[in-house]
């Protein structure tokens, strides 16, 4: 983990100068719970007719968490996110901490094209020390602080024409929000279930065929899956530490776990 220093902050602005923040803006960031302290960041496209699939090269946004507060990476588009972390003493904000999450892939990794209206998560982390108070955000691009400390701002350096040519310039809005759907969640919200389910670990997610479930503190009695519409799809009872999902298609699911005196839903996201 970084620290956010006079050096970083010129390479960063550097950085996002490179990358054309006048570009379209083709597309926006949302939060997602996945249950417990698990949160994943996702990128929305806007509504488009274009098949074209989304190119990215790099990408990065910032997210806010109350003073004191860590959060850990556990996963990302191209498994090499990076953070930086800041001090919000160091920018007048004493109640605050945060990280400027960004991500350069060693290749151009594809997203489904913006007609599939598919949100894609790009970082999904842990929050540490179980707080049950305070908020946590990603911060909008038209925020004070966005607007003191630039580097801070979202982006996503992406190819989105269909012209034969690899052209990246920026996707999100520099000067609006940059965001859409949920952007922010108040700790006070969890509920005892999601506290006594915060050792529980689920990977990969996103998954392809496979899941692996990890909880040690008292022995599952159920899992459920279940798509957006609320319909119940498959329903396992033995052997909870794998869970088969290829006969599921692409998209997103809750996935529901009980124990004998609490139950939990986390968000799955099927690739």
Same mark, same amino acid.
């Given at each position: 983990?970084?620290?956010?220093?006079?050096?970083?902050?010129?390479?960063? +602005?550097?950085? /996002?100068?490179?990358?054309?923040?006048?570009?379209?803006?083709?597309?926006?960031?949302?939060? *997602?719970?996945?249950?417990?302290?698990?949160?994943?960041?996702?990128?929305?496209?806007? #509504?488009?007719?274009?098949?074209?699939?989304?190119?990215?090269?790099?990408?990065?946004?910032?997210?806010?968490?109350?003073?004191?507060?860590?959060?850990?990476?556990?996963?990302?588009? $191209?498994?090499?996110?990076?953070?930086?972390?800041?001090? &919000?003493?160091?920018? &007048?904000?004493?109640?605050?901490?945060?990280?400027?999450?960004?991500?350069?892939?060693?290749?151009? +990794?594809?997203?489904?094209?913006?007609?599939?209206?598919?949100?894609?998560?790009?970082?999904?982390?842990?929050?540490?020390?179980?707080?049950?108070? &305070?908020? *946590?955000? +990603?911060?909008?691009?038209?925020?004070? /602080?966005?607007?003191?400390?630039?580097?801070?701002?979202?982006?996503?350096?992406?190819?989105?024409?269909?012209? $034969?040519?690899?052209?990246?310039?920026?996707?999100?809005?520099?000067? $609006?929000?940059?965001?859409?759907?949920?952007?922010?969640?108040?700790?006070?919200?969890?509920?005892? #279930?999601?506290?006594?389910?915060? !050792?529980?670990? *689920?990977?990969?997610?996103?998954?392809?065929?496979?899941?692996?479930?990890?909880?040690?503190?008292?022995?599952?009695?159920?899992?459920?899956?279940?798509?957006?519409?609320?319909?119940?799809?498959?329903?396992?009872?033995?052997?909870?530490?794998?869970?088969?999902?290829? !006969? /599921?298609?692409?998209?997103?699911?809750?996935?529901?776990?009980?124990?004998? !005196?609490?139950?939990?839903?986390?968000?799955?996201?099927?690739?």
């Amino acid at each position: 983990m970084n620290k956010f220093t006079f050096t970083n902050l010129c390479i960063a +602005i550097y950085c /996002l100068c490179t990358m054309q923040l006048n570009a379209q803006d083709g597309y926006t960031y949302t939060l *997602i719970h996945n249950g417990g302290y698990s949160f994943s960041v996702g990128a929305v496209p806007n #509504a488009s007719t274009s098949n074209f699939p989304t190119s990215v090269q790099s990408y990065g946004f910032t997210i806010i968490v109350p003073d004191g507060v860590t959060a850990v990476i556990t996963s990302s588009l $191209g498994n090499g996110a990076a953070t930086t972390f800041f001090d &919000g003493n160091n920018v &007048g904000q004493p109640t605050i901490d945060g990280y400027l999450i960004t991500e350069t892939l060693g290749s151009p +990794i594809a997203l489904p094209a913006p007609s599939v209206a598919t949100t894609t998560p790009m970082v999904t982390f842990e929050i540490q020390g179980t707080p049950t108070s &305070g908020i *946590i955000e +990603i911060l909008a691009n038209n925020a004070a /602080l966005a607007t003191a400390v630039t580097p801070l701002k979202s982006f996503m350096s992406a190819d989105m024409e269909d012209d $034969g040519s690899a052209a990246f310039s920026n996707r999100v809005d520099p000067n $609006g929000s940059g965001l859409s759907g949920d952007s922010t969640f108040d700790f006070t919200t969890l509920s005892l #279930a999601d506290i006594k389910f915060e !050792n529980l670990s *689920i990977y990969p997610n996103p998954a392809t065929d496979v899941v692996n479930i990890n909880y040690t503190e008292t022995p599952l009695q159920k899992i459920e899956i279940y798509n957006l519409n609320g319909q119940l799809l498959q329903t396992k009872t033995t052997q909870m530490e794998r869970f088969q999902i290829h !006969n /599921l298609q692409a998209g997103m699911y809750l996935m529901k776990l009980y124990t004998n !005196n609490a139950n939990t839903t986390i968000k799955l996201i099927k690739q």
